[in-house]
């Protein structure tokens, strides 16, 4: 089963991901100490919840799946393609902004957060390498996903037919509707393939997020690519949804380590 719990923490795993070498899971919103509208598991801090009940629940949740909050490291999200390497802890200052980070260290955890955005991990089981992205319309149209994979070849000289990937539970078609704008940047970044991502729903058209990120990897000969298929917005009691909930939410999170 994809879903389990610890200590009243709720999580999902990858069944491709299962490894002894990596530890990873997807946070629900559920076990946590957050009241409305960031209930209950919020590890967003910029969501205007309060900072020392963000850092409970994160601490709860680092160690329901059996990691330490020492061992972090994290980014600021801006929806970018950038993605960077991560060989120890973040310590005090500012954040590095990106929406991807890759590591080999072992022990050292990568964590990123979602409310909607697809969740993307990677793990080479050969070199022992790990990535992970943050992928909304527009880190996908630039094409994060892309240079996760060659940001991993150029790091750790990983081949891209060994890499596993996996694509958490993110918006999904059926909830998210775009304007002519986006359409348009969709059209330019994926060609004739765009037919197949820009969908007719109710006399909008939708973006399909997930094909377009799997389309992304397997281009670049990814060995396999694991689609959760869990649609945020579909799925509130577990999934925080921006779209969903009109903006007022939380963030869940996204971690994954290399066994120390």
């Excluded at 994979?149 to 775009?178: K, Q």
């Excluded at 359409?183 to 969908?199: D, K, P, R, W």
């Excluded at 058209?205 to 377009?212: E, G, R």
């Amino acid at each position: 089963m994809p879903f389990h719990e610890s200590a009243g923490v709720r999580f999902f795993k990858f069944e491709t991901l299962q490894h002894p070498a990596l530890r990873h899971a997807i946070l629900t919103r559920r076990g946590g100490n957050s009241p409305h509208p960031w209930a209950s598991l919020n590890l967003g801090g910029t969501v205007g919840d309060q900072a020392e009940r963000v850092r409970a629940n994160l601490s709860r949740a680092m160690g329901a799946v059996d990691l330490s909050t020492a061992s972090l490291s994290q980014v600021w999200q801006i929806h970018s393609a950038e993605v960077v390497r991560a060989d120890s802890p973040q310590r005090a200052g500012d954040p590095v902004k990106a929406d991807g980070m890759v590591t080999a260290q072992p022990g050292l955890t990568l964590l990123m957060r979602f409310a909607d955005c697809v969740p993307i991990l990677i793990f080479d089981p050969v070199r022992v390498a790990i990535g992970v992205a943050h992928a909304g319309w527009l880190g996908t149209v630039r094409g994060v996903s892309l240079e996760l994979v060659r940001t991993m070849i150029r790091e750790f000289g990983s081949r891209p037919e060994d890499l596993i990937a996996g694509l958490g539970p993110s918006i999904g078609p059926d909830h998210y509707p775009v304007g002519p704008e986006v359409a348009a940047q969709v059209e330019a970044a994926f060609g004739s393939y765009a037919g197949q991502l820009l969908l007719p729903r109710d006399g909008q058209v939708a973006f399909d997020l997930w094909s377009a990120n799997r389309w992304q990897l397997e281009s670049t000969g990814i060995g396999s690519v694991e689609v959760a298929g869990i649609c945020t917005a579909c799925n509130l009691e577990d999934w925080y949804s921006h779209r969903g909930e009109r903006g007022q939410t939380g963030r869940f999170g996204a971690v994954l380590a290399l066994s120390a």
